[in-house]
């Protein structure tokens, strides 16, 4: 299953990037977020996992991320309840606004999972991105 979420933010790349690449820093301000961690970083690689909590479904992922500064976030499944997940984050400069788009390609490990954490994922996604965008705007 595929996921596309875009969003033009008013302001920097580099502030984008850094937010969107903070995840440690997510618990802080994305909504259902009860924890964010970052497991392991160098400049050009991270592991970090993720835990939600939406209207009692709870999730964790944790990814394997491969980061080209101000330019895209790659991310590959670690630990979660998927068969697979990979996803990118890709941010592009027009005028001074920053186009960030997130894709997510998933397969669930099972059909409950499929109805509990499939819809989840669709919600998650919207609310990262939407969160990124308020959190830019500060």
């Known amino acids: 299953?595929?996921?596309?979420?875009?969003?033009?933010?008013?302001?920097?790349?580099?502030?984008?990037?850094?937010?969107v690449n903070r995840v440690n820093l997510y618990k802080n301000f994305v909504p259902f977020c009860t924890n964010s961690s970052?497991?392991?970083?160098?400049?050009?690689?991270?592991?970090?996992?993720?835990?939600?909590?939406?209207?009692?479904?709870k999730t964790?992922?944790?990814?394997?991320n491969s980061i080209c500064e101000n330019q895209f976030i790659e991310m590959k499944l670690?630990?979660?309840?998927?068969?697979?997940?990979?996803?990118?984050?890709?941010?592009?400069?027009?005028?001074?606004?920053?186009?960030?788009?997130?894709y997510i390609n998933y397969e669930p490990k099972n059909k409950?999972?499929?109805?509990?954490?499939?819809?989840s994922l669709e919600k998650i996604s919207g609310i990262l991105v939407k969160s990124f965008v308020e959190e830019s705007m500060k």
């Not at 999972?113 to 819809?119: I, L, N, T």
Request: some cysteine.
């Open 78 to 102: 670690v630990d979660g309840p998927f068969k697979f997940l990979d996803g990118k984050w890709e941010f592009k400069e027009a005028n001074g606004r920053t186009i960030v788009t997130l």
């Open 112 to 119: 409950i999972v499929e109805y509990a954490v499939g819809k």
């Open 1 to 19: 299953m595929e996921i596309k979420k875009e969003a033009i933010i008013l302001a920097d790349i580099r502030k984008v990037f850094n937010i």
């Open 38 to 57: 970052i497991i392991t970083e160098d400049k050009d690689c991270m592991e970090a996992k993720l835990d939600f909590d939406i209207k009692g479904i």
């Open 60 to 64: 964790s992922f944790t990814t394997r």
